[in-house]
Each structure stands twice: as structure tokens, then as C-alpha cells.
């Protein structure tokens, strides 16, 4: 009996590349994304794979609500959610930073993970199984300069993550944080808000990490015997690493 993985924001970056995994093995694969147009494609490109796309936005509610209600029989038993849709925007210091944009994040890295996991969750308890894998990042955990909301939105998925596991012992259901470092996507486009340029600036010189690679961490995390939890992964390049303590003198 092929399982089941629900991937939120599967058109782009990390998501795409682990439907495409998925869908390697054989499983069947609800997507969903803003860009109705990208999610077709991606339906075509993995025929014959039994694949269900949802175009919808996670910072409403009742629409990550319909879309786990009104899923087809055939793809509603869901084995494995990937909270995976999420974005940064800026790298401004809070102190000019525009509030529309923090809210953003936050909406849509906080609050549409918590509706999408809350409708799938009853799910999962009601069978007893289930793998809830969350996308948090390293900066999660590591401060850097303008890193302010985002960072704080991924410190919540981290937290969130940890808790869930503490809410869910005695049940089979399993969750996992992972948290990548620098890794080549459409983050930096969306992050300077469409500027190419800057975002290839990102990643020049330097070997990152690229969806493929997340997608196989992620795709072996829940293929593990089901006695096993990876509670968090942090996922580096080698090309990254750590700086010492930012210092101000005055002279
Ligand atoms: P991409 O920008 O390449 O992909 C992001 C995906 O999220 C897109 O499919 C996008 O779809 C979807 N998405 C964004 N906002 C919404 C929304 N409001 N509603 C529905 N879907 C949405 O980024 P990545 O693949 O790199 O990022 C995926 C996740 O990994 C994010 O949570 C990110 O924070 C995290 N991450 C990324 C790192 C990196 O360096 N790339 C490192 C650490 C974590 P659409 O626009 O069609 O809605
Ligand atoms: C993305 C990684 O370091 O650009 O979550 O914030 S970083």
C-alpha cells in the first residue's frame, strides 16, 4: 500500500525537490503552493505518480482547514506532513524594517504551520501514525544581524517542534525539526524581494547546500524503522561555519 506525504509550498526549492523524492519511492503526493500554474507543471512532470495539488495561500486559515477536509479518499490517510512552505523577508536591522513584512513571516511561518499541522494532527491521532516534519533553520538558534523576525519565527518552529513531541508520547506519531544553513533556492529572490542579482551574491564562491539535498535528509528521516525520532538535524554546507562575537569600541 503506497503512503502518503502532504508538502506545503512544494512549488519551488526544498518542496519541489521532495515531491520529486517521494515520488521516486513510489508514494503518493499532495502539493500545494500559491502558483497554481507551477503546481500543473509539476503534476505533469511526475506522471504517472499519483499526485493532488492544492493552490492555496497557508496565512488563511479556513483554506488550510479545507484543504486537509476536502482531500480525495484516496490521498486523505496522510503518512507524512512537511511543514515546508515559509520565507524571509530583508535583511534590514529591525530598526527599519517594515512591519507588513515582519507579519508576513510570521503569518505565513508560524501561523500557517500551526493550521496546517492542527488539521492534520487529528488525523494522525485518530490512526495512530504519522510523521510531522517541520522546516526550521539555523537561524533558529544562531543569531545574526538581520536575521530579527525570521529568525524568531524559526525559534518558534524549533520550540513548537519539541513540544509537540512532549504533547504526543504514548502515540506513534513522530516529529522532526530540521534546520539547514545556507542552501541555493528561490529564498534569496524572495528574500530581496525579486533582485537576482543580490541573491546570487549569496551563495558566490561558495558550494551550498541545494534542495536535492534536503530532500533526501528529510526522505530518509521518515524511512527510518518507526521506533526511531530524529527530534532536530542542523544541516550546514561545509562551506559554513561560525564568526566570533560581534564587538563595538567606541575608539
Ligand atoms: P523557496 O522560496 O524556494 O520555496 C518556498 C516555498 O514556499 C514555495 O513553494 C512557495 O510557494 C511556498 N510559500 C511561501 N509562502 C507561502 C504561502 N503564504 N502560502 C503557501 N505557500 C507559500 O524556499 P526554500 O525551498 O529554500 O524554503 C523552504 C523552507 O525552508 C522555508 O520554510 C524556509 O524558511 C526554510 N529554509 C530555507 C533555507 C534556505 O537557505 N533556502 C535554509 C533554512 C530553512 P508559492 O510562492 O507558490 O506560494
Ligand atoms: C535560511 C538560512 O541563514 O539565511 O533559513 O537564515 S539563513
Not at 517594515?98 to 496546517?116: A, Q, S
Not at 551550498?208 to 550546514?236: C, F, G, K, Q, R
Amino acid at each position: 500500500m503506497p503512503k502518503t506525504v502532504f508538502i506545503t509550498g512544494a512549488t519551488a526549492g526544498f518542496g519541489k525537490a521532495m515531491a520529486e523524492r517521494y515520488a521516486k519511492e513510489g508514494w503518493k503526493i499532495i502539493v500545494t503552493g500559491r502558483r497554481e500554474e507551477r503546481l500543473e507543471e509539476l503534476k505533469m512532470e511526475l506522471a504517472p505518480a499519483p499526485v493532488h495539488t492544492i493552490c492555496f495561500d497557508v496565512r488563511d486559515k479556513q483554506s488550510c482547514q479545507d484543504a486537509v477536509a476536502n482531500l480525495p479518499e484516496e490521498f486523505s490517510a496522510i503518512d507524512v506532513l512537511v511543514n515546508n512552505a515559509g520565507l524571509a523577508l530583508g535583511v534590514e536591522p529591525a530598526q527599519a524594517c517594515d512591519l507588513d513584512e515582519w507579519e508576513c513571516m510570521v503569518d505565513t511561518n508560524i501561523k500557517g504551520l500551526l493550521y496546517i499541522t492542527k488539521a492534520v494532527l487529528t488525523g494522525m491521532v485518530e490512526r495512530n501514525a504519522g510523521h510531522i516534519v517541520n522546516l526550521g533553520s539555523v537561524a533558529g538558534t544562531y543569531p545574526y544581524p538581520g536575521g530579527n523576525a525570521y529568525g524568531g519565527t524559526k525559534a518558534f518552529v524549533k520550540q513548537f517542534s519539541l513540544n509537540l513531541l512532549a504533547d504526543l508520547l504514548g502515540t506513534k506519531i513522530r516529529v522532526s525539526n530540521i534546520e539547514p544553513g545556507l542552501c541555493e533556492s528561490e529564498f534569496s529572490v524572495v528574500r530581496f524581494r525579486g533582485d537576482k542579482d543580490k541573491a546570487d551574491s549569496v551563495y558566490a564562491g561558495t558550494e551550498p547546500i541545494l534542495p536535492a539535498d534536503i530532500a533526501e535528509i528529510i526522505y530518509w528521516t521518515t524511512t527510518l524503522p518507526a521506533h526511531i525520532n530524529i527530534n532536530s538535524m542542523e544541516v550546514m554546507p561545509v562551506d559554513q561555519a561560525f564568526s566570533p562575537f560581534a564587538i563595538n569600541r567606541s575608539e
